[in-house]
């Protein structure tokens, strides 16, 4: 080999590790910027507020821009009904915004003559990314949070209790339920009807809720199609009557309603009213919290008695009952 051919040769060479060498630094720096940019990432998601186990990394990732990809079917409304609870309504409008798939709440006013706290709630934190709807009723009626509101133009509906909360997994495992259901109450609350040896209705609680099987999904922490909302309004003049005259059992005729409907649509395959599905996070009923001290009205005396009272008026006016059973217990 001569010397000016060796010499080619180690400059080719010096050349090539040059190269190599600035390649190196530039995919280190790039990995570097990566780690930075992952760890900004997590740091956000941690100062998301984390108050109800955790939920504020799903509220993280359920950005508004990322809502515009959402199909407007694939959301709910949430309607709450409340009264004498301003304190507790307030704290359970801020946990639900954390809901994904959440279009709007729909809070069903019964304060009658007291205006909402509407310019209370959008001047708190914010911005509030769900829009809240207040619907101010002229009657105290536990039976308004069945009206078919013109604001709920989602398929799904999320009916809630003003003095329950529910974790945002749990919700978020139910609507994907539902998704599956979409013709039956969605829901946690289990209950059923017992037959006495008399024939007469037994309105049924099981301690901590525990049923190996049921026959209604209360709808006051539950989904349901929209379209029960007007079929609740539909039914005779007598359900309304005996709902208003008792102050109860609203949802006792939504799950008559329910299954009525589904075995017009079933015929002798009829499901029944409800799909019960158990929480991962235990409910939290928070009405002791509330400054008024008004406590719900499953906490009168008579409260049991007056539902089985509805159970047997209700299958009166209908001629029938259509509650039927199931062993369906879905968990996530």
Not at 164 to 180: C, E, M, N, Y
Not at 320 to 327: G, Q, R
Request: aromatic letters at 12%.
């Amino acid at each position: 080999m001569s010397a000016k051919t060796y010499c080619g040769l180690r400059w080719f060479l010096r050349r090539c590790r040059t190269r190599l060498a600035r390649k190196s630094s530039l995919i280190l720096f790039a990995l570097l910027l990566a780690l930075f940019w992952a760890s900004l990432y997590v740091s956000t998601l941690q100062a998301v507020d984390t108050d109800y186990d955790g939920v504020g990394l799903i509220s993280a990732l359920h950005h508004p821009r990322l809502e515009r990809f959402v199909h407007p079917e694939d959301s709910f409304t949430i309607v709450m009904e409340t009264y004498k609870r301003t304190d507790i309504l307030l704290k359970l409008l801020r946990h639900y915004q954390l809901v994904p798939r959440l279009k709007q709440i729909v809070v069903v006013w019964n304060n009658v003559g007291e205006r909402p706290p509407s310019q209370m709630w959008e001047s708190g934190a914010g911005p509030h990314r769900v829009p809240v709807f207040f619907k101010e009723q002229t009657r105290n009626l536990v039976r308004n949070r069945m009206l078919p509101f013109p604001e709920i133009d989602t398929e799904a509906v999320l009916m809630l209790d003003d003095d329950l909360l529910i974790s945002v997994p749990d919700i978020t495992f139910a609507f994907s339920v539902w998704k599956r259901f979409s013709d039956q109450i969605v829901g946690f609350v289990p209950r059923k009807h017992e037959t006495r040896t008399s024939g007469a209705y037994k309105y049924s609680v099981k301690a901590g809720g525990d049923f190996s099987s049921y026959s209604m999904v209360l709808v006051g922490a539950a989904f349901f199609h929209r379209r029960y909302l007007q079929v609740f309004q539909d039914q005779p003049r007598q359900v309304h009557a005996l709902v208003d005259k008792t102050q109860n059992c609203d949802d006792i005729a939504m799950n008559f309603a329910v299954a009525l409907w589904l075995a017009e649509q079933d015929g002798w395959k009829a499901r029944p009213s409800g799909v019960l599905v158990k929480p991962a996070v235990a409910m939290q009923n928070l009405e002791e919290q509330a400054r008024s001290g008004f406590m719900g009205l499953w906490r009168r005396p008579f409260h049991k008695r007056q539902r089985s009272y509805c159970l047997n008026r209700l299958s009166k006016i209908y001629g029938d009952m259509p509650l039927l059973y199931s062993k369906l217990i879905i968990t996530r």
